[in-house]
């Protein structure tokens, strides 16, 4: 059974700050890995994938990935009240669809 | 370009009573995946289908839940008999290939069995 841990929150950061969410999964086989967004009542929108260990950069939002330790993170620089919602890791081994944790809620306070 | 189309976007049924929805994918994706999401839960999946072909229906139940994807474009999801327990959004996504995991989802039809 592939798993994928996320601590669902709610993480609460004020404006301006850098958030940090984090997520680890259990499949060793598992290459490419995703930061989808979820408003609430919306459907999740992707944001971020990532394939290699190391750090990928894209505007305020930035991957890392450590297949060794198993472990993906999202950082959100310069956080706004825009960017509160649910952020889902997803995780996807060659072949097979991807995983989706349950999802962090962000809350970005002025 | 169109996004992923999904109808109704909300149904409220009684137990024991069919209900279906329908996708449309983006064009030319040829992956189309149905979803399930519970509250406070991430995305489940139900079913997927390269082209017409469902490749991956492990998880779909399969003695109430039926998915027909025709022509490789549009697809159906229904339940008959709806229960309770499947009160849930139930998200359609598409793919340009399986390979794949940047998905794009529909906006959701939201189900509530009474």
């Known amino acids: 059974q592939k798993e994928v841990e996320q601590n669902s929150g709610p993480l609460s950061v004020p404006e301006g700050a850098i958030a940090s969410l984090n997520c680890t999964y259990s499949d060793r086989g598992s290459q490419s890995f995703f930061w989808y967004r979820q408003y609430s009542g919306k459907s999740p929108e992707l944001i971020m994938s990532?394939?290699?260990?190391g750090d990928k950069e894209d505007g305020r939002f930035t991957a890392q990935l450590n297949k060794a330790s198993q472990y993906v993170s999202l950082l959100i620089r310069d956080s706004q009240p825009s960017d509160s919602a649910t952020y889902l890791c997803a995780v996807k081994e060659r072949s097979y669809i991807p995983t989706f944790g349950r999802g962090t809620s962000l809350i970005v306070h002025p | 370009e169109a996004g992923v189309v999904q109808s109704p976007r909300y149904k409220i049924i009684e137990k024991k009573q069919p209900v279906a929805f329908w996708c449309n994918p983006i064009s030319g994706h040829n992956t189309l995946y149905w979803y399930r999401q519970n509250l406070g839960q991430g995305p489940e999946l139900l079913i997927r289908y390269e082209n017409e072909e469902a490749v991956d229906d492990s998880q779909l139940p399969k003695d109430r839940f039926s998915a027909e994807r025709l022509k490789g474009v549009d697809s159906t999801l229904k339940i008959q008999p709806a229960e309770l327990g499947d009160s849930a959004v139930y998200l359609c996504?598409?793919?340009?290939?399986?390979?794949?995991?940047?998905?794009?989802f529909g906006e959701g039809s939201r189900l509530t069995v009474l």
């Open positions: 996504a598409s793919s340009f290939t399986g390979d794949t995991g940047e998905l794009f």
């Open positions: 990532i394939y290699s260990n």
